[in-house]
């Protein structure tokens, strides 16, 4: 079954736009992180958060914003006034406690296009 | 802090070769690292985990006899492919478990083609 869950495939933005991608993830787990990734064409992941289960806190940085709501097991994430820079696809992720060194589930990701 | 890195980022190999990736952690040690597979437009899934000094847990549909995994070291693992075929062609990434709890660091990845 499919832990995490990107519904969004693609989106397509002109910059300055604002922009959320939608993360649902599934865990019986009381112990667990969520990630955003950002993957450029070159293909390296870069890493954008890493938030534990029980830090329920919305975290800006920059342009980018996350909310994270248990209540409805999301994980969003935001850019705000968008650049052509942010195309790229973008991975949530999970990790549990109840899986040995916590290894990550991806989501199927979300290809973002900023055209200018 | 926090680095992974992995060698080689780009290999072109015949059918029926094998070929070896390493990934090592640079200023941490890990105990546990990991193996992923993504091919073009696909997201990233899970091969193995592999612990040092243990042998490695491969994934549901994984081959431990095609996909040989070494980690002899704390610094160190190494993915071998054996007897490799066009359909292993791939972008294959590893990470290392880190610090703090649940952290975890990637490699830059390497690129796997098979004629």
């Known amino acids: 079954a499919q832990k995490v869950t990107q519904a969004q495939t693609e989106i397509s933005v002109v910059e300055k736009e604002d922009v959320t991608l939608d993360c649902v993830y599934e865990?019986?787990?009381?112990?667990?992180?969520l990630f955003w990734y950002k993957q450029p064409p070159s293909g390296e992941l870069v890493f954008l958060i890493r938030r534990n289960s029980f830090d329920e806190q919305n975290e800006i940085s920059g342009r980018y914003s996350w909310n994270f709501q248990k209540s409805t097991s999301s994980f969003n994430f935001t850019i705000t006034a968008s650049q052509v820079v942010d195309s790229a696809v973008y991975f949530c992720a999970l990790s549990e406690d109840s899986n040995s060194g916590y290894a990550l589930n991806f989501g199927k990701g979300t290809s973002l296009l900023v055209t200018p | 802090g926090a680095v992974v890195s992995q060698h080689p980022s780009r290999v072109i190999c015949k059918s029926g070769t094998s070929v070896k990736i390493e990934c090592r952690s640079l200023?941490?040690?890990?105990?546990?690292m990991f193996w992923y597979r993504q091919f073009p437009k696909q997201s990233l899934m899970l091969m193995a985990t592999?612990?040092?000094?243990?042998?490695?847990?491969?994934e549901q549909g994984v081959e431990k006899d095609k996909f040989l995994i070494n980690h002899a070291s704390l610094t160190l693992s190494t993915l071998t492919v054996t007897s490799a075929h066009p359909e292993d062609s791939s972008f294959y990434i590893c990470?290392?478990?880190?610090?703090?709890?649940?952290?975890?660091?990637f490699g830059p990845g390497t690129r796997l083609l098979v004629l």
């Open positions: 990470s290392a478990s880190g610090q703090p709890p649940g952290a975890q660091y």
């Open positions: 200023d941490f040690q890990a105990t546990t």
């Open positions: 865990t019986r787990d009381t112990t667990y992180y």
């Open positions: 592999s612990n040092e000094g243990s042998k490695a847990t491969y």
